[in-house]
C-alpha cells in the first residue's frame, strides 16, 4: 500500500501568526506542492472563510494538478442539526473535492465541556458526516483532534471514535497531536495500545503532529515506523503556534533515512528550491538552518570538518546535499584551518593546492584580522581579494590607488544635511580629482570615486550598492569600539559582497567600498576604455 503525503500548509500552515495567503498565493502554493509530488493538498475550509470559498472556485478551472488531489477541510455536523441542513457541510460538498477532510472531537473532556454535547451524540455526529460524504461520492478523511491527550484521559471514548469513523465508511481516521505535546515513545505506544483495542490496522490510520515539544518531525517518523502511512505535514513547518511537522524534513527522513519511497522519482531533489519558493510566498524569511534545506544545512565553519571533507565531503554530511537540491558550502571565519582555505578558494575557483605557503599566511591572515572584528563569513568578495594579493605574483591588478579622500558633512539653515566627497586617485598612470555630493558621507564617497574611475572603467556605472549593514564591535582589553560594515553590491547579474573594519566608520565603509569596486571590475568582462 502506497503512503499518503498529505500536505496541509495552505490549512493548518495559514493558522501560523503573520502568514495571510491571497487566493492568488493559494493557486500558487497548490501548483509548488504538486510539483513535489505530495499526493494530497488540503486546500483550506470553504464555507469559513471568503477566501477558501473562492479558492476552491477557481481551482476548478485554474489548478491542473499532475500529482496531487485537492483536499476540502472542514467539521463534523453541529450538535443536534440534520446533516444534510448543516450549511458548512454543505459548503465542504459545493468544494468539488475528490476528497473532503472533517475535524472530529476525540477527546471526551472537549466533547463535554467545548462542544457541551454528549459522547453519543458526537459519535452521531461523525458517522452522520461521514455516511453523508461517502454517499455523496467522496473519500472522507477524519481528523480526530486531541487524539493523544484524548486516548491517555479516555482510551474507551477515543478508541470508540476511531470505531465509529471507520464504520461510518472513512478511508483514514488521523490521530492528531493538536496540544503538540507528544513525545515520540508516547506516540508509538498509543499506536499499539489504539490497534490491540480496536483491531484497525495501523496502515489505516494517520498521523498530524503540532510542534510544541519540537518533536513533530520526530513524532511522525515514530508513527509512520509503527506502522501508520498517512501523515500530514506542512512546508518548512508552517502552522498554528510553534507550527507543524516539516514536510521537507519527514519526507527527506522516510526516504533517505528509512528507504520508503513517498514521493515520486525526480521529486526530493526539488526540496530545497521549493521550500525557499513557499518561504517567499508567505512572505517569512527562509530559516536558513532549516535542516536539509536551510542555506546553511550543509555549511561548514570548523576547520577539522573542512580537512574530512577534502577527503571526502560525506565524512562530514549525513547525506550528499543535491539529494535535497541543497548545496555544501565552506565557510571562512577565525575557525578556520588549511583545509578550509583551500576549499573556500576552490569554491571561489582558486587552486590553492599547489600553494602549501599562500595557504598558510590566509589562514593567519584571516585569524589575525576577525581577531580585531573583521569577518569574512558572509564577505566572499573580500576574501577572494585577500587569497588573491596573497598567491605569489599576485595576480590581482588594482584598478587604481589612492592619494587621499576628504567628506564634508554639511548641516544647512533649512536642516537639510549634505554629504560632499573628494577623492584623488590615480588611473593608469592618471592623476584624478573628483567631487561629488550624496545622501551621506558613504554615498558621496561612493559617487565621487566612480566619477573619477568611470572615465577607464565606463562600465562600473551598472555596479549598484544594494545592502549596507554596520555593526558596532565592542573594544576588548582596553581598546576602542570598532565598526564593521559589510556591502553588497550588485551588477544585475551577480551579487558580491564585502567587508571594512575600522574605529572610523567612514573608513570601514571606505574600504569595504573600495573591495566592492577592485572585485566587481576584476569580475565583469566588459573590456577597460
Ligand atoms: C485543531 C484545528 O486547528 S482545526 C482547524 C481550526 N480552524 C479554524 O478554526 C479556522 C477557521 N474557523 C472559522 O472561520 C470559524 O471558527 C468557523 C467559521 C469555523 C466557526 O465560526 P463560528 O460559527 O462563529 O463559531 P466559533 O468559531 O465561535 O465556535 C466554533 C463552533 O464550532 C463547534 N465545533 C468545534 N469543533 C467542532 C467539531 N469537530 N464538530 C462540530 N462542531 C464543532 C463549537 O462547538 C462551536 O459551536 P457553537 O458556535 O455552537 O458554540
Ligand atoms: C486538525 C488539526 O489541525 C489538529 O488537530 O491539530
Redo the contacts with the bound molecule.
Keep these: 500500500m502506497d503512503y499518503q503525503v498529505f500536505d496541509t500548509t495552505l490549512r493548518?500552515g495559514g493558522?501560523r501568526e503573520g502568514i495571510s495567503y491571497t487566493v492568488a498565493d493559494k493557486l500558487a502554493v497548490a501548483r509548488l506542492l504538486d510539483e513535489f509530488g505530495v499526493g494530497f493538498i488540503e486546500g483550506g475550509?470553504p464555507g469559513?472563510?471568503p477566501k477558501d470559498t473562492e479558492f476552491f472556485e477557481r481551482a476548478k478551472t485554474e489548478l491542473d494538478l499532475k500529482h496531487a488531489v485537492l483536499v476540502a477541510f472542514g467539521?463534523?455536523?453541529?450538535a443536534g442539526v440534520d446533516v444534510a441542513e448543516d450549511p458548512q457541510v454543505k459548503a465542504l460538498l459545493d468544494a468539488e473535492t475528490p476528497v473532503v477532510c472533517v475535524?472530529?472531537?476525540s477527546d471526551i473532556r472537549h466533547v463535554e465541556r467545548?462542544?457541551r454535547t454528549t459522547g453519543e451524540e458526537n459519535l452521531d455526529?461523525v458517522r452522520d458526516t461521514v455516511r453523508h460524504l461517502v454517499a455523496n461520492g467522496r473519500r472522507a478523511f477524519v481528523d480526530c483532534?486531541h487524539f493523544f491527550d484524548g486516548f491517555r484521559h479516555d482510551p474507551e471514548y477515543t478508541a470508540s471514535v476511531v470505531k465509529a469513523a471507520f464504520e461510518a465508511g472513512a478511508e483514514r481516521v488521523v490521530m492528531c497531536d493538536?496540544n503538540g505535546g507528544m513525545l515520540p515513545s508516547m506516540v508509538t505506544k498509543a499506536i499499539e495500545q489504539v490497534v490491540a483495542m480496536t483491531g484497525v490496522s495501523a496502515d489505516r490510520l494517520g498521523i498530524h503532529c503540532q510542534n510544541d515539544t519540537a518533536c513533530a518531525v520526530a513524532n511522525t517518523v515514530a508513527a509512520v515506523e509503527a506502522g501508520v502511512r498517512h501523515f500530514q505535514c506542512t512546508a518548512n513547518g508552517y502552522g498554528?503556534r510553534p507550527g507543524n511537522a516539516d514536510l521537507f524534513a519527514v519526507v527527506s527522513n522516510l526516504q533517505l533515512k528509512l528507504g520508503l519511497k513517498v514521493l515520486p522519482d525526480g521529486c526530493l531533489e526539488k526540496a530545497t528550491r521549493v521550500s525557499t519558493a513557499l518561504a517567499e510566498i508567505a512572505n517569512i524569511a527562509p530559516d536558513t538552518h532549516q535542516a536539509y534545506v536551510g542555506a546553511a544545512a550543509f555549511a561548514h565553519k570548523a576547520g577539522l570538518h573542512a580537512s574530512a571533507i577534502k577527503v571526502d565531503p560525506l565524512l562530514y554530511n549525513h547525506i550528499d546535499p543535491s539529494v535535497v537540491g541543497n548545496d555544501m558550502r565552506i565557510l571562512v571565519t577565525e575557525m578556520a584551518g588549511r583545509a578550509s582555505i583551500e576549499l573556500k578558494s576552490r569554491e571561489l575557483g582558486l587552486d590553492l593546492a599547489g600553494h602549501p605557503d599562500t595557504l598558510t599566511k590566509v589562514t593567519r591572515k584571516v585569524k589575525d584580522l576577525e581577531a580585531t572584528g573583521w569577518s569574512f563569513e558572509a564577505a566572499d568578495a573580500s576574501f577572494e581579494l585577500l587569497v588573491r594579493s596573497e598567491l605569489p605574483g599576485a595576480d590581482l591588478a588594482r584598478p587604481f590607488t589612492l592619494e587621499s579622500y576628504r567628506v564634508l558633512v554639511e548641516h544647512r539653515e533649512d536642516g537639510t544635511v549634505i554629504s560632499e566627497a573628494t577623492v584623488k586617485v590615480r588611473v593608469r598612470g592618471e592623476r584624478v580629482i573628483a567631487t561629488a555630493e550624496g545622501n551621506g558621507p558613504v554615498n558621496a564617497l561612493d559617487e565621487a570615486l566612480r566619477t573619477a574611475l568611470t572615465g577607464h572603467y565606463p562600465h562600473l556605472r551598472s555596479f549598484e550598492l544594494t545592502d549596507y549593514k554596520v555593526r558596532i564591535l565592542e573594544g576588548s582589553h582596553g581598546t576602542n569600539a570598532v565598526t564593521r560594515v559589510l556591502l553588497e553590491t550588485s551588477d544585475h547579474n551577480r551579487e558580491w559582497t564585502t567587508v571594512g573594519v575600522h574605529e572610523n566608520i567612514v573608513e570601514a565603509s571606505w574600504t569595504a567600498l573600495v573591495d566592492a569596486l577592485t572585485y566587481g571590475l576584476a569580475r565583469t568582462s566588459a573590456p577597460a576604455s
Excluded: F, G, S, Y
Aim: hydrophobic share 50%.
Design positions: 493548518d493558522q475550509w469559513a472563510m467539521a463534523t455536523r453541529k475535524v472530529a472531537k467545548a462542544l455526529m483532534e493538536t498554528e
